[in-house]
C-alpha cells in the first residue's frame, strides 16, 4: 500500500470573477524562483504550509500579489492521501470506502485537483468532466464507482493518463 500523505495548511484567496468563486491554495515555495517572498501556488507541487504559524507569514505577500482582485484571504487544514498508482486505486480499501475523493491531475504546471461538477460551475477546461475544484466550492465526488468514471471519461477526453485520486479532507482554521 504506497499512499503518499499530503497534510498541512494552506492560505486560501477568495475572490469573484465573471460570476465564479475562486479559491486559490498557496503554500510554501518550493521553486527557487518563489523563495523570496515565501509562498506558491499550492497546485505547483502539492506541498502545504506545516504549522499555522507558518501558513500566517505570507499573508500580507499574498494579499498585495493579488491586490486587483481584492481577495480574502483564510487559512484551512488539508489532508490528502493520494494513490500513486493504478493498481492501489483498484486493490486498496480505503478509496472504495472513502465519500470524499477527487482526481488528481499532473499538467506540465504542476497538479490541477479535480472535484465533482456543480450546476453553474465551469467544468474542466470547459469540456471535461468535473470541476477544478478552486472554482466548485471544495466539493469531492461521494462516491468511487462516479469518481472512477468520471476519471476514465477525463482520461479519454483529454488524452492523458496522468490522473490518480485523492482523499480530499478540509476544514477552515481561520
Do not use: H
Request: net charge positive; glycine share 6%.
Amino acid at each position: 500500500m504506497i499512499l503518499r500523505l499530503v497534510e498541512g495548511y494552506v492560505v486560501v484567496a477568495c475572490w469573484q470573477e465573471c460570476g465564479i468563486k475562486k479559491q486559490i491554495f498557496y503554500g510554501p515555495a518550493q521553486d527557487s524562483r518563489y523563495l523570496e517572498r515565501g509562498f506558491e501556488a499550492f497546485s505547483s507541487a502539492l506541498v502545504p504550509f506545516t504549522t499555522l504559524e507558518e501558513a500566517k507569514r505570507p499573508l500580507d505577500n499574498i494579499r498585495q500579489m493579488l491586490s486587483r482582485r481584492s481577495p480574502k484571504l483564510k487559512i484551512g487544514q488539508l489532508k490528502m492521501e493520494i494513490a500513486d498508482s493504478v493498481e492501489e486505486l483498484v486493490t486498496n480499501p480505503i478509496f472504495l470506502k472513502s465519500k470524499s475523493l477527487i482526481i488528481v491531475w499532473k499538467t506540465d504546471m504542476g497538479f490541477e485537483l479535480i472535484g465533482r461538477y456543480i450546476e453553474g460551475k465551469p467544468p474542466v477546461c470547459n469540456a471535461l468532466p468535473g470541476a477544478y475544484l478552486s472554482e466548485n466550492s471544495l466539493k469531492t465526488w461521494p462516491s468511487y464507482v462516479r469518481v472512477m468514471r468520471c476519471r476514465g471519461e477525463f482520461s479519454r477526453q483529454s488524452g492523458s493518463s496522468a490522473t490518480t485520486l485523492a482523499i480530499f479532507s478540509f476544514q477552515w482554521v481561520r
